[in-house]
Nanobody, 121 residues
């Protein structure tokens, strides 16, 4: 059973930066599309960024230019210029093998427990 674990969340002031990290136990992340999603209180989980098995990336319009997804044997989300509206629980998810990026939650099979990002104004 694949388990994903996120780390790197925290409390930061607006304008600050964070680097989220996602690793796996019981399986691998290489060869798989990976995604980051977030869920704010009272809102649905939404797509943030994704990276294909071979490194192609896609981003939600709301985070373009501020968020960068990357990977080695882990997956990272570098976040700059944080805004209060970025406050949410951030989830890492593993998609399909040899797949392109996807914004659709149904294309991701395994999910982490999430890491809280709180941005103060």
């Amino acid at each position: 059973q694949v388990q994903l674990v996120e780390s790197g969340g925290g409390l930061v002031q607006a304008g600050g930066s964070l680097r989220l990290s996602c690793g796996a136990s019981g399986g691998t992340l290489s060869q798989y599309a990976m995604g980051w999603f977030r869920q704010a209180p009272g809102k649905e989980r939404e797509f943030v960024a994704a990276i294909s098995w071979n490194g192609a990336t896609s981003y939600a319009d709301s985070v373009k230019g501020r968020f960068t997804i990357s990977r080695d044997n882990r997956v990272y989300l570098q976040i700059h210029s944080l805004k209060p509206e970025d406050t949410a629980v951030y989830y890492c998810a593993r998609g399909r093998q040899w797949a392109r990026t996807s914004v659709n939650r149904r294309d991701y099979e395994y999910w982490g427990q999430g890491t809280q990002v709180t941005v103060s104004s």
